[in-house]
């Protein structure tokens, strides 16, 4: 009971338009289909009566012919009509549509303004902006800093050069009493490994501060 006092759409009402529209077609399709075969018919008349030599009544079914061939061709007229009228039903629903979904649209955008303050979005904008710029120099201001660091540590590659050379003389230096001091004392007893790493160490820490290395 309820759907029929339910209240039709736009779209209720140009299916049901479409819906008589296709019946419509399919009518004037059945009745031109029709006329053809009448067509076809009277053609086989005429052609017996003209074999029969019955002038006159080649003449009446010669005219009857042209009206049905009148009448089909109309046929033809019809239901592109009712094809225009189809296509023209349809544009208008869509044309319906967009102006309710133009109208919709319009609506949310009177929303959106009202509640949007253009003078709070712009000072958001600019404080965006001077943000940016005061991230950026801060950037640059560290990757200057990375770079001086990075450029003295030639500094640091030099004094580690000079180590490793003072380092390789006194190796040399040790080599040199290592070999000598078999020949001193061969008769000595032979030192333990942590005595000789003892003088080792003592022996380098002494020529380090002789060449002024702490």
């Given amino acids: 009971?309820?759907?029929?006092?339910?209240?039709?759409?736009?779209?209720?009402?140009?299916?049901?338009?479409?819906?008589?529209?296709?019946?419509?077609?399919?009518?004037?399709?059945?009745?031109?289909?029709?006329?053809?075969?009448?067509?076809?018919?009277?053609?086989?008349?005429?052609?017996?009566?003209?074999?029969?030599?019955?002038?006159?009544?080649?003449?009446?079914?010669?005219?009857?012919?042209?009206?049905?061939?009148?009448?089909?061709?109309?046929?033809?007229?019809?239901?592109?009509?009712v094809t225009s009228m189809s296509t023209q039903t349809k544009v208008m629903n869509s044309q319906m549509k967009m102006a309710g979904a133009m109208s919709a649209t319009a609506k949310t955008m009177q929303?959106?303004?009202?509640?949007?303050?253009?003078?709070?979005t712009l000072q958001t904008m600019q404080d965006f902006q001077k943000e940016n710029m005061k991230m950026g120099m801060t950037e640059d201001m560290i990757n200057?800093?990375?770079?001086?660091i990075f450029d003295e540590s030639g500094d640091e590659e030099e004094s580690q050069d000079i180590v490793n050379q003072v380092l390789d003389e006194i190796g040399i230096e040790i080599s040199g009493k290592m070999v000598r001091?078999?020949?001193?004392?061969?008769?000595?007893?032979?030192?333990?490994?942590?005595?000789?790493?003892?003088?080792?160490?003592?022996?380098?820490?002494?020529?380090?501060?002789a060449l002024g290395v702490d």
């Fill in 1 to 81: 009971m309820a759907s029929l006092f339910k209240k039709k759409t736009v779209d209720d009402i140009i299916k049901e338009q479409t819906k008589e529209l296709r019946g419509t077609q399919r009518q004037i399709t059945r009745d031109r289909a029709a006329l053809e075969k009448q067509e076809k018919q009277m053609e086989m008349e005429i052609k017996k009566m003209a074999k029969s030599g019955n002038r006159e009544a080649c003449k009446i079914l010669a005219k009857q012919l042209v009206q049905l061939r009148k009448q089909k061709n109309r046929t033809y007229a019809v239901s592109s009509k």
């Fill in 111 to 120: 929303t959106v303004n009202k509640k949007m303050d253009p003078q709070k």
């Fill in 144 to 148: 200057d800093t990375l770079d001086e």
């Fill in 181 to 209: 001091a078999p020949a001193a004392g061969k008769n000595l007893p032979t030192a333990s490994p942590k005595r000789k790493t003892q003088i080792s160490d003592d022996e380098i820490e002494r020529q380090l501060r």
